[in-house]
């Protein structure tokens, strides 16, 4: 039997924190799906088709992780791709609240499991939504982002 996880997000832009999870997600399960999340609700920096090519960019070493997007609740993509675990990073205490009323929501919609992977102590000061903020006021978000997000950020903020 071959396990495979969903690690969905996001993602705008994806950190090096986001690709520290995807990668030990990689390392634990058979099969790593990332799903991006296309919420018309939100205004991200980012369409969803560029979050989507620069995941792949940055996770296009780890042979057993694709990435897509999804629209609509997360337990019924989960469904459509036959997957019934997820993976989200822990940060810190105040992180668990909101993943912790995720995870029993999905497993209440969907009998979806979550599992939890601690976030690197390297990376647990770090969010999408302050490099953001840095880079928008000039800001050094190197050693932050993967490269190739480092440039979009800099074509996309000037
Ligand atoms: O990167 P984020 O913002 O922490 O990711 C949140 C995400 C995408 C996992 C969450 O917003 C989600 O699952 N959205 C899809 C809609 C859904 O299923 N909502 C109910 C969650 S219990």
Known sequence: MTLT???PGTFDPVTNGHVDIVQRA???FDGVV???VENPAKEPLFPVAERVEMLR???????NVEVESFSGLLVDYARTRGVG?????LR??????YELQ????????GEVETCFVPTSPRWSYLSSSLVKEIARFGGDVSGLVPEQVLRRLKERLA
């Open 5 to 7: 996880a969903l690690c």
């Open 26 to 28: 990689a390392g634990l």
């Open 34 to 36: 990332v799903a991006v």
């Open 57 to 63: 960019e940055s996770l296009s070493g780890l042979a």
């Open 85 to 89: 675990v997820i993976v989200k990073g």
């Open 92 to 97: 810190a205490v105040s992180d668990f609240d």
């Open 102 to 109: 995720m995870a029993q929501m999905n497993r209440h919609l």
